[in-house]
């Protein structure tokens, strides 16, 4: 079935630890994201990548890099696991947002769930 | 910037009830407006979009919103709840940057009382 796909679905890091969230879409949309979602608090851009090649910060984008990898993959990597990164991740993506096509949603992942010790 | 603000985290309705979850934004152009719907332990599923043709948007499972721009306002609505809309739900503005992000708002948690 076409559309995002998030890995793993769930991981426990240690504090300091390393990690990376892999998410691939096959819809062949430009415009992938990556969110965060915490109780009461919605969910909150960590980066963003308009187009192949690019990437960009969102809300929260401290203690994370990424990597577009290509038009499909889109990787979100923590570099030194903290207690505060334990969060639900989603990956999404889009068409671009320009012009008639703003009126475009995102295609959101299932998650990965992630607790950091 | 843009924004929302979902007015009340939890909601709790009867079952055959009107379901109105309510949805204020901000946004320095005309917006892009959605509601998105999340399962338990599952992704964001959208329900519906406002992209500025119809100011009633009828979206899945019998749900509708109304765009208001005088009181800057999309409110969803159901005329009547069922279990199955137990759900959290949530309201989102696509903004006039590069990538058009969308920004959410916190959140509404709707409960089905049998």
């Known amino acids: 079935n076409a559309g995002v796909t998030q890995t793993p679905k769930f991981q426990v890091l240690k504090t300091g630890q390393s990690m990376t969230l892999q998410c691939a879409q096959d819809m062949n949309h430009n415009s992938m994201y990556w969110y965060r979602q915490d109780p009461g608090m919605g969910l909150r851009l960590i980066y963003y990548s308009a187009s192949e090649g690019t990437t960009d910060k969102g809300e929260v984008p401290n203690g994370y890099n990424v990597s577009r990898l290509n038009k499909r993959e889109f990787s979100l990597r923590l570099e030194s696991a903290a207690p505060s990164q334990t969060s639900v991740y989603f990956c999404?993506?889009?068409?671009?947002?320009?012009?008639?096509?703003?009126?475009?949603?995102?295609?959101f992942g299932s998650g990965t769930r992630l607790t950091v010790v | 910037a843009q924004s929302v603000t979902q007015l009340g985290s939890h909601v709790s309705v009867s079952e055959g009830a009107l379901v109105l979850l309510r949805c204020n934004y901000s946004s320095s152009v005309p917006p892009y407006l959605f509601w998105y719907v999340q399962y338990p332990n599952q992704g964001l599923q959208l329900l519906l979009k406002?992209?500025?043709?119809?100011?009633l948007v009828k979206g899945i499972n019998g749900f509708e919103a109304e765009f208001k721009k005088s009181e800057t306002s999309f409110h969803l609505t159901k005329p009547s709840a069922h279990m199955s809309d137990a759900a959290e739900y949530f309201c989102?503005?696509?903004?006039?940057?590069?990538?058009?992000?969308?920004?959410f708002g916190s959140g509404t948690q709707l409960t089905v009382l049998p």
């Open positions: 406002y992209t500025s043709a119809a100011t």
């Open positions: 989102a503005v696509r903004g006039p940057g590069s990538a058009r992000q969308l920004t």
């Open positions: 999404a993506s889009s068409v671009p947002g320009q012009g008639r096509e703003g009126g475009s949603g995102y295609t």
